[in-house]
């Protein structure tokens, strides 16, 4: 067991490259005797760190006699200034109890034997090992130094390294190490030891020259950026460049008239690149700015070119005229939508009762409800004054009609055939001799003596459809108009039912606004339920197209 200790005690020196770990010959020689007085020296214009001793929350105030008597400065322990001659003077601290007295002597530059500025700052790089070197060490007789990063003696600290002979090696440099490092090293003249301070200003690097050239990230080659005729527009280019310890990086942009790389122009550039830094890159973004774009521009090619001390990198680009569009798409088309479907359900929340009553006369009839209907049709109308002359009973007197139906038809209403019945009369007649269809007529197949409405609500009840004879006396008399009213309130309940409108007259329009109004419900449906046009006293054709209209439109013969 004590061989293999021995075997990596002298092992590990070889490990770390000959590293004197552990070899800290100078253990703060000056600090662990009379520390009640403490004497400092400092160069003028070099960064300085008040110590602390006994306590890490000392504060030092300044004392003094005469034109240095007390100024009412004080400065904690571990704070980091510039010196300046001004601050030369006797300190004294109460904080730890016991009075403490430290003494600050700033000299100036010229004053040393020898000054050599390049010593107070060094360049290491990550991960190997390097060394640090005490600025004037050479310079008098020293009896020892001490190395400090900040205010922590750097043999405190947990890491590989080591001091010797006024150096002070580090066996791997990291990353943190870049900051400010203090050698104290101690001289004694008339019989005073002072602590001369000395800082170095460290900063870590990646590497020492790059090895690669930079890269540009926008834009990307070969790609159009649009632009506005009239318009300014600034072109970007943004590159990622290596490392380096002495900037040479270049972008610059070039237009090309005509696309010519032989005709090359320097755009003039922005005041300065901005740069965005991380340890091992650096990322710079440059403009340039095209203060009014023309059709010119559009035929020229632009490129940006990166540079550094390995290579360079380029990408080239074109301009193309932006097109406007009026609505834009995020926003355009999604309000468009919206107002779209809102306008939609308002529409149908405001006509939802005609598309109902659409829907019932159009689409859905036919579906029975399993009740068997004593009548086929339903007749509604009010007697005209030529009908009332022949009287409502005639109809039994008729003679049949004509054997050949389409004849017998074409004739009925025509002037000269059968005295211009009015349809009241003429329409029973077809329904009941012709085509077979029982018809309900509320003077001869209603008992009288009943209550009105309930016949008539009965009489649409036992019936399979509800044909209205719609006129200006029609649309006056509120019976009638009961009738219909009931017949479009049960098409709303019942979708067996059917409802056809004829019109006797051709003034619909004025006879839905008439006065008194007619009610909201029977205005609505007037205006979408099925409806023909009677044409009495007409040619023989348009009479033969009512009665083949009307023939589709009554509901099929029940087998």
Not at 75 to 88: D, V
Request: overall charge neutral.
């Amino acid at each position: 067991m004590q061989t293999g200790y021995v075997l990596v005690s002298f092992m590990l020196p070889i490990f770390l490259e000959g590293c004197c770990v552990g070899d800290h010959q100078s253990k703060r020689l000056g600090f662990q005797q009379n520390t009640e007085h403490q004497h400092y020296r400092a160069v003028e214009g070099e960064f300085f760190m008040m110590p602390c001793f006994k306590s890490v929350n000392l504060e030092w105030s300044r004392i003094g006699e005469g034109r240095e008597a007390n100024d009412g400065r004080s400065l904690q322990c571990g704070t980091g200034f510039l010196a300046e001659a001004t601050l030369s003077g006797k300190y004294t601290s109460l904080t730890s109890g016991s009075n403490l007295f430290f003494h600050l002597q700033v000299v100036g530059k010229n004053s040393l034997r020898c000054f050599h500025p390049e010593e107070s700052s060094a360049t290491l790089l990550v991960g190997v090992g390097e060394k640090l070197h005490c600025p004037g060490l050479n310079c008098s007789n020293n009896t020892g130094v001490i190395w400090y990063k900040g205010n922590k003696a750097v043999s405190d600290q947990r890491r590989a390294s080591c001091e010797k002979n006024g150096l002070l090696q580090l066996c791997q440099v990291w990353k943190e190490d870049t900051g400010v490092y203090f050698c104290d090293r101690h001289i004694i003249e008339l019989g005073v030891k002072w602590t001369f301070r000395r800082a170095v200003n460290v900063t870590v690097v990646p590497h020492k020259t790059p090895s690669y050239p930079p890269r540009i990230i926008y834009p990307i080659n070969n790609t159009f950026e649009e632009v506005e005729l009239g318009k300014s527009h600034t072109l970007t280019c943004e590159v990622i460049f290596p490392f380096e310890m002495k900037t040479t990086l270049v972008v610059q942009w070039y237009m090309h008239y005509g696309g010519n790389v032989e005709t090359s122009t320097l755009l003039h550039m922005e005041n300065s690149p901005s740069k965005g830094v991380t340890f091992s890159e650096s990322t710079v973004t440059q403009g340039t700015i095209i203060k009014e774009v023309t059709a010119q521009h559009l035929n020229s090619t632009y490129t940006c070119i990166a540079k550094n001390t390995v290579g360079n990198n380029s990408v080239t680009i074109r301009l193309k005229k932006k097109i406007k569009v009026k609505w834009q798409s995020l926003v355009g088309y999604p309000i468009a939508s919206f107002l779209l479907v809102t306008g939609l359900g308002i529409v149908l929340h405001e006509k939802r009762l005609e598309l109902k009553l659409i829907y019932r006369s159009h689409f859905q009839y036919g579906i029975q409800d399993g009740d068997e209907k004593e009548f086929d049709v339903f007749v509604s109308h009010v007697w005209s004054p030529s009908s009332e002359v022949e009287g409502v009973l005639t109809l039994s007197s008729q003679s049949r009609p004509d054997p050949d139906e389409e004849a017998c038809l074409s004739s009925m209403g025509q002037e000269g055939k059968d005295s211009m019945r009015p349809l009241e009369l003429l329409l029973p007649q077809v329904l009941e001799d012709l085509w077979g269809y029982r018809v309900c007529l509320l003077e001869r197949d209603i008992l009288p003596g009943g209550a009105y409405t309930n016949d008539v609500v009965l009489a649409i009840q036992r019936s399979r459809m509800l044909i209205c004879f719609l006129s200006a006396d029609y649309l006056s008399n509120s019976n009638a108009v009961f009738v219909l009213e009931s017949g479009v309130q049960a098409l709303l309940q019942n979708s067996s039912l059917k409802l056809l409108l004829i019109w006797t007259s051709r003034v619909s329009s004025s006879l839905i606004h008439q006065d008194p109004p007619l009610p909201t419900l029977v205005q609505r449906s007037l205006k979408v339920l099925p409806s023909l046009n009677w044409t009495g006293g007409k040619a023989a054709r348009a009479t033969r197209n009512f009665w083949k209209s009307l023939r589709k439109a009554m509901p099929h013969h029940r087998q």
